[in-house]
């Protein structure tokens, strides 16, 4: 069994359910006691794993993420499906800003729109007739035009899907999201392409 210091509780007991078939089985199911399976098949592995007594109710709440990320697997094999043979790229340094569509920032809005254009980076405006937010790498193209104003950054993840994006595509990866205590900014569907905007540090990286 692995030991490192290093490791969390959530990868400690993702590591022992996965190496273990029936775990994976009773998870599936949705029938398993959390409670009894952390504290009598779980926590010692993990203790071990990690080189430190554990919580029971930590390792419960890692197993109920894991659990529902099993649940959604086994209620969507459609959607499991497309998204193993879909495209997923990652882009980082995000920004985003948000601009008020006043007669006074007219210019700059307008400004903002031809550069993004002209350089060809990927970019999404949102706009709801007041207000304008606009997402595309930061430090080169939004903060040259709004000099002034404070860009948040994230990261973003497109998936591009081979034919039509699976119906409840983005509910299922809200939940899947959710589970694994991951908040989007932004879940955007345009086509057959889903935008995933989050934090920069929960983005996975490129391959």
């Known amino acids: ?61 890692a197993l109920e993420r894991i659990s529902m990320n ?11 499906k497309a998204l193993s043979m879909a495209e997923i790229i990652t882009y980082s340094g995000m920004g985003e800003i948000e601009i008020a569509l006043t007669e006074e920032n007219k210019e700059k809005v307008f400004k903002l729109r031809d550069l993004l254009s002209a350089t060809k980076v990927h970019f999404i405006i949102l706009n709801d007739g007041n207000r304008m937010h606009v997402i595309a790498p930061p430090l080169m193209y939004i903060t040259s035009v709004c000099t002034e104003s404070k860009v948040d950054e994230y990261g973003m993840v497109r998936i591009m899907f081979a034919g039509k994006a699976p119906v409840g595509i983005v509910t299922f990866l809200v939940q899947v999201m959710k589970s694994n205590q991951i908040v989007a900014k932004h879940v955007l569907r345009y086509d057959n392409d889903i935008y995933i905007v989050v934090d920069r540090e929960k983005t996975p990286p490129s391959y």
């Open 70 to 80: 099993y649940k959604l697997v086994n209620e969507y094999p459609d959607i499991i």
């Open 1 to 61: 069994m692995l030991v490192s210091k290093g490791l969390s509780i959530q990868q400690a007991v993702r590591i022992i359910i996965e190496e273990n078939p029936l775990y994976v089985t009773l998870l599936s199911s949705g029938l398993v006691n959390l409670s009894a399976l952390a504290r009598g098949g779980i926590k010692p592995l993990v203790d071990s794993m990690i080189g430190k007594d554990t919580k029971v109710f930590t390792i419960v709440k």
